[in-house]
C-alpha cells in the first residue's frame, strides 16, 4: 500500500504556526493555551551556540510567543544525562558513531525521518549531510556544515619570514621548509590543544590522508584496512616528528582547543591546526579574510592526491521525548531557508551541506578554495574521531599527548586502537 506523502501544510495542522502563534493539537507543547508562550530548550556546546542564536532570534522575531532557552554546555559528554532528564528539546551535537550514535541506540533521539519527507530535506540537503545523520535506513536530524580540517596560518607572520607566495605547499618537502624557516626564525611554528577533549584529529588526520589519501580512508573505515598499516605508522611517525624537530609547541600538549585557537589568534603561533569552520573568527581577530590562509600536509608519495579530512560539524538533534517535537523540526527547518542560508555563507563563513548556488554570494578567498577543494575528485577526504566506537575514541583523544612526548610509540599506539576497532566491530558499536 502506497502512503500518502504528506505536505508541510497537512503536519503542521495540528503543532504548526499560524501567524504569530500557534495552533496546538494532540502534541501540545508545555502551555495549556495556544497564545501562550512556547519555551524551547536548546543544548549545544560553546560554538554551535553562538552560530545558531541569530537564526533562534530570528524565529522567534517571526513567531513571537515562541522563546528559545539556550544551554551552552562544553561537556558533550553530559548529553545523555540531558536527555534522559527531559531537559532538552533540541540538541546541538557531534555526530558520530561514539557521541550521537549510542544517544540514538539508547531511544532519546526521536526519528526524524517523517520530518525529511515533510520537508522536502532531499531536495535541499547533499546524500553526503543526509548518511552523517542517518543510521539503520532512518534519519536522526539535520546537517550544519560540510567543513574540513586544515592547518590554518598566519600570514602577516608568514609575510615576515619571507614565505608569502609559498603558503600553499604543494609537495611534503615544501611543508616542511616552510616549518624550517618559521622555527629558525624565532617562531614556535605548530600549535594544537591535546588537553582533554583534544585536537589529536585535527593534527593527525591530515598526515593519514597525505599517507593513504581518501581512498584509503575509505578502506580504513569501511574495508578490511588496519590502523596498523605500515603507511598509517609512517604517517604517524612523522607527525611526532614534528615534535621531535622542534616545529611543534609542546605547550599545547596542556591546552585545549579554546586555548590553542586563542594562542594562534593572539600571533604567538603563526599555524593552528583547526579547520575552515573557525574562518570568521579567525577573520574578525586577524583584521581581515587576507589576513590568513590554511593548507594541508601534503603527500611524500606523488602517487597520493592531495586532500583534506571532512565531514559534518553537527547534527541538529530532537529529543524523544520532546513535546514541541513538530515545532522544534520547523525551527530547524528555517535555519536553511534563503535567507539563513545567506547569513551561514555570508556572516559566519560557514558551508551547509546543501544543494544550492552559491556564485551570487559575496565569498572570501579562503570560501572560494574552499569551494574549489569540494569539488576535487578526491579533495575531501574522512573526519575519523566520526567513525569511531567510544572506547576507541578516549584512547585516540588522549594518545596525541602521549605520542609527542615520547611516553608511547607510534606502532603501540596504533595496535592498541586496532584492537579498540576490532572491539567496536565485534560489539556492533561501528555500523557497517
Known amino acids: 500500500m502506497n502512503r500518502k ?28 493555551k495556544a497564545q501562550e508562550t512556547v519555551v524551547i530548550r536548546v543544548w549545544g556546546g560553546n560554538k554551535d551556540i553562538i552560530d545558531t542564536k541569530p537564526f533562534f532570534d530570528a524565529y522567534t522575531a517571526r513567531h513571537e510567543n ?51 519527507d515533510v520537508y522536502n530535506w532531499d531536495d535541499r540537503f547533499t546524500d553526503f549531510g543526509k548518511l552523517n545523520v542517518s543510521l539503520d535506513g532512518k534519519v536522526y536530524g539535520t546537517p550544519n556544515e560540510q567543513a574540513f580540517i586544515a592547518y590554518m596560518y598566519n600570514a ?14 604543494q609537495t611534503y618537502d615544501e611543508f616542511i621548509e616552510i616549518l624550517q624557516v618559521l622555527r629558525d626564525g624565532g617562531e614556535s611554528p605548530i600549535i594544537s590543544g591535546l ?14 590522508q597525505a599517507a593513504v589519501g581518501r581512498r584509503g580512508m575509505e ?105 514541541v517535537a513538530d515545532i522544534a523540526a520547523d525551527v530547524l527547518d528555517s535555519f536553511f531557508n534563503e535567507e539563513a542560508l545567506r547569513m551561514w555563507v555570508e556572516d559566519l563563513q560557514i558551508f551547509p551541506p546543501v544543494k544550492a548556488d552559491f556564485s551570487s554570494y559575496e565569498l572570501t578567498p579562503q570560501q572560494i578554495r574552499q569551494t574549489q577543494i569540494a569539488q576535487m575528485p578526491d579533495g575531501i577526504g574522512y573526519w575519523l574521531v566520526v567513525y569511531m566506537p567510544p572506547d576507541m575514541l578516549d584512547l585516540f583523544k588522549s594518545g596525541g599527548a602521549g605520542l609527542l612526548n615520547g611516553q608511547i610509540t607510534a606502532e603501540d599506539w596504533l595496535a592498541e586502537m586496532q584492537a579498540g576497532w576490532e572491539r567496536g566491530l565485534e560489539e556492533g558499536t561501528i555500523p557497517r
Open 219 to 323: 578502506n580504513l573505515l569501511f574495508g578490511d584496512g588496519k590502523w596498523t598499516d605500515p603507511a598509517i605508522v609512517e604517517a604517524t611517525n612523522r607527525m611526532i616528528a614534528l615534535a621531535t624537530d622542534g616545529y611543534f609547541d609542546m605547550s599545547g600538549l596542556a591546552l585545549d582547543y579554546t586555548e590553542a585557537l586563542g594562542r594562534f589568534l593572539e600571533g604567538r603561533n603563526p599555524i593552528w591546526t583547526g579547520g575552515v569552520w573557525a574562518n570568521a573568527a579567525i577573520s574578525e581577530a586577524f583584521g581581515g579574510s587576507d589576513k590568513y590562509g590554511f593548507f594541508t600536509v601534503p603527500p611524500w608519495d606523488n602517487s597520493i592526491p592531495i586532500g583534506y579530512p571532512g565531514g559534518i560539524g553537527s547534527i541538529y538533534a530532537i529529543s524523544a521525548n520532546s513535546p
Open 66 to 116: 515562541v522563546v528559545f532557552e539556550l544551554l551552552n554546555q562544553a561537556d558533550y559528554n553530559a548529553a545523555r544525562l540531558v536527555l534522559q532528564s527531559d531537559s532538552v528539546d533540541i540538541l546541538l551535537n557531534n555526530p558520530g558513531w561514539a557521541e550521537t550514535d549510542p544517544l540514538i541506540r539508547a531511544g532519546l533521539l526521536k526519528d526524524m525521518t517523517e520530518y525529511w
Open 5 to 32: 506523502r504528506l505536505t508541510r501544510r497537512d503536519f503542521l495542522k495540528t503543532s504548526a504556526l499560524a501567524g504569530a502563534g500557534l495552533l496546538l493539537g494532540a502534541n501540545a507543547p508545555r502551555s495549556s
Open 195 to 208: 588537553r582533554g577533549d583534544s585536537q589529536t584529529d585535527m593534527l593527525f588526520a591530515p598526515f593519514v
Open 156 to 169: 602577516e607572520t608568514f609575510r615576515r619570514h619571507g614565505l608569502t607566495g609559498n603558503e600553499d605547499p
